[in-house]
C-alpha cells in the first residue's frame, strides 16, 4: 500500500517557496495525519517526502509516533513520478508532498479523479485507490 500526504497548511508565500514553514493548523494536520495513521492500524515501513520545508515537517511530525525517519527525495519536490517505482522495496511507505503533483500521480496510477486537501490522506493499493480522508476525517480517526 502506498499512502499520499500532502503537506500541512503553511505560511503564504513571503520569500522562498521552498522555505516556508507549517502554520499551527498545519501542525495540528500533520499531528492528526500521523495518529489517525496508527488508529487504522496501518504500519509504515518507509516515508518518503519532499525536501520543500513545509512538506518536509508535515512529514517529521506524522511520523514522530510511528518510530520512521522521514528521507527526502527529489522526486517528490515537484513534477510527476510513478510512486510504485518511487517505493519499491520498501513495502507500504507514506509520500508527503505536494498538490498538483499527487492529484496527477494518484489518476495516473488509478484512473481516479481526485484532489488532496492540505493534510489530507489517500491511498492506492496496486491501480486501486483504497482510501481518501480530508483533514477533517483524519481528525475524527485521531480522536479530535
Known sequence: MIWFLRHGDAE?????????RLT????RQARAAGEALGSLGIELEACLTSSKLRALETAQIACQARGIEPEETQALTGGDFDPSALVAGRGEALLVGHEPDFT?????????????KKGGLAAI??????????????????GG
Open 24 to 27: 499551527e493548523k498545519g501542525r
Open 125 to 142: 493499493e496496486g491501480s486501486v485507490l483504497v482510501a481518501l480522508f480530508r483533514p477533517v476525517d483524519l481528525k475524527r480517526i485521531a
Open 12 to 20: 503564504k508565500s513571503e520569500g522562498e517557496d521552498a522555505a516556508r
Open 104 to 116: 496527477r500521480a494518484l489518476q495516473a496510477a488509478t484512473g481516479a479523479r481526485c484532489e488532496l
